[in-house]
């Protein structure tokens, strides 16, 4: 289906390496069914796509944690795309941005019918912080899409207490929060969503204190995580992870077939990306010789070269 709409084959690639590929091909076989233009599926795919892609940072894991992204999305998409747009077509733009979502969301999770199913409250402390997301926006003068952040971050907290069971934010205690960031932690989002989910508690903590909903000011309690430079690079590679990075390299095209070269070099040689980099085709290279012993290295480079 995908082949309709997309020439390349690193396109297609791309789309069903997502973690919601099934759903994005059952959308885009929904809209040629309905006889949607090819221009507007190949406009639609790299949104829904790109959606999927943003959930998942913030800790979705099944297609019907989805919802719960939409609107930060929505958000995140217009500061980046329409920052400098007017108002009316900043709104333009998050329709053309949320109704595709809308509609493959509507063919996946069951019971999912877009603006009219019962929303979550905007401030999940309503009860013990009622005037927080005044403070938010009056206050502190957080945009929009800064404040659907602080409530996509304080519902994930409000689930967390809901859970362990503490229904009174007077009972929060170090324990609580340090148990918080520890399960929301990397792997299971990613190490920005944490620091985010860190500052929106501090601020939170800050205000509750304020308020004198806590009698101390707990906010220091929370420590950011630690994140290193290159500390996701391994040592060292197996050759089952390189037989991996060689085995996802498309060899039907010329560059294809160049860089599958170049990572045999690097995997069998040990040459630096640089030294790979400066290499010349010398024809004296190339010839064939008789020797006994020849190098296997060499003989599986020329080999991937000759296909």
Same mark, same amino acid.
């Given at each position: 289906m995908l082949e309709k709409y997309y020439i390349r084959p690193s396109t297609i690639d791309r789309i069903q390496e997502s973690w919601i590929a099934s759903t994005v091909e059952q959308y885009v076989g929904?809209?040629?069914? &309905?006889?949607?233009?090819?221009?507007? +599926? %190949?406009?639609? @795919?790299?949104?829904?796509? /790109?959606?999927?892609?943003?959930?998942?940072?913030?800790?979705a894991r099944e297609v019907e944690n989805l919802p719960d992204h939409v609107e930060p999305f929505v958000q995140a998409w217009i500061g980046e795309h329409a920052r400098r747009r007017s108002r009316r077509r900043r709104k333009q733009i998050g329709n053309e941005v949320r109704n595709?979502? &809308?509609?493959?969301?509507?063919?996946? +999770? %069951?019971?999912? @019918?877009?603006?009219?199913? /019962?929303?979550?409250?905007?401030?999940p402390f309503e009860r013990q912080a009622p005037g927080l997301l005044k403070y938010l926006a009056e206050e502190k003068g957080l945009r929009q899409s800064s404040i659907y952040q602080y409530q996509f971050s304080l519902r994930q907290f409000a689930t967390y207490l809901e859970r362990i069971g503490i229904d009174d934010l007077a009972k929060l205690s170090p324990t609580v929060l340090s148990g918080f960031i520890a399960e929301y932690a990397p792997p299971r989002v990613s190490w920005s969503t944490v620091r985010n989910a860190c500052g929106v508690l501090r601020v939170f903590l800050r205000y509750l204190h304020r308020e004198g909903a806590l009698a101390k000011d707990l906010s220091s309690l929370v420590e950011f995580p630690q994140s290193y430079r290159h500390a996701g690079v391994p040592r060292s590679t197996s050759w089952e992870q390189v037989e991996q990075v060689l085995a996802g390299i498309d060899r039907r095209s010329t560059s294809g077939k160049r860089d599958f070269v170049?990572?045999?070099?690097?995997?069998?040689?040990?040459?630096?990306?640089?030294?790979?980099a400066t290499l010349t085709l010398d024809a004296r290279l190339c010839t064939l010789r008789d020797d006994p012993s020849p190098s296997p290295p060499a003989s599986s480079c020329a080999v991937a070269a000759g296909r």
């Amino acid at each position: 289906m995908l082949e309709k709409y997309y020439i390349r084959p690193s396109t297609i690639d791309r789309i069903q390496e997502s973690w919601i590929a099934s759903t994005v091909e059952q959308y885009v076989g929904w809209m040629a069914e &309905r006889r949607y233009t090819d221009r507007s +599926v %190949s406009r639609r @795919i790299p949104i829904v796509v /790109s959606f999927g892609e943003f959930a998942k940072a913030q800790g979705a894991r099944e297609v019907e944690n989805l919802p719960d992204h939409v609107e930060p999305f929505v958000q995140a998409w217009i500061g980046e795309h329409a920052r400098r747009r007017s108002r009316r077509r900043r709104k333009q733009i998050g329709n053309e941005v949320r109704n595709p979502i &809308r509609q493959m969301l509507k063919l996946a +999770v %069951s019971g999912y @019918i877009g603006r009219g199913r /019962s929303h979550k409250p905007d401030n999940p402390f309503e009860r013990q912080a009622p005037g927080l997301l005044k403070y938010l926006a009056e206050e502190k003068g957080l945009r929009q899409s800064s404040i659907y952040q602080y409530q996509f971050s304080l519902r994930q907290f409000a689930t967390y207490l809901e859970r362990i069971g503490i229904d009174d934010l007077a009972k929060l205690s170090p324990t609580v929060l340090s148990g918080f960031i520890a399960e929301y932690a990397p792997p299971r989002v990613s190490w920005s969503t944490v620091r985010n989910a860190c500052g929106v508690l501090r601020v939170f903590l800050r205000y509750l204190h304020r308020e004198g909903a806590l009698a101390k000011d707990l906010s220091s309690l929370v420590e950011f995580p630690q994140s290193y430079r290159h500390a996701g690079v391994p040592r060292s590679t197996s050759w089952e992870q390189v037989e991996q990075v060689l085995a996802g390299i498309d060899r039907r095209s010329t560059s294809g077939k160049r860089d599958f070269v170049m990572m045999m070099l690097l995997a069998t040689y040990g040459l630096r990306a640089a030294e790979v980099a400066t290499l010349t085709l010398d024809a004296r290279l190339c010839t064939l010789r008789d020797d006994p012993s020849p190098s296997p290295p060499a003989s599986s480079c020329a080999v991937a070269a000759g296909r």
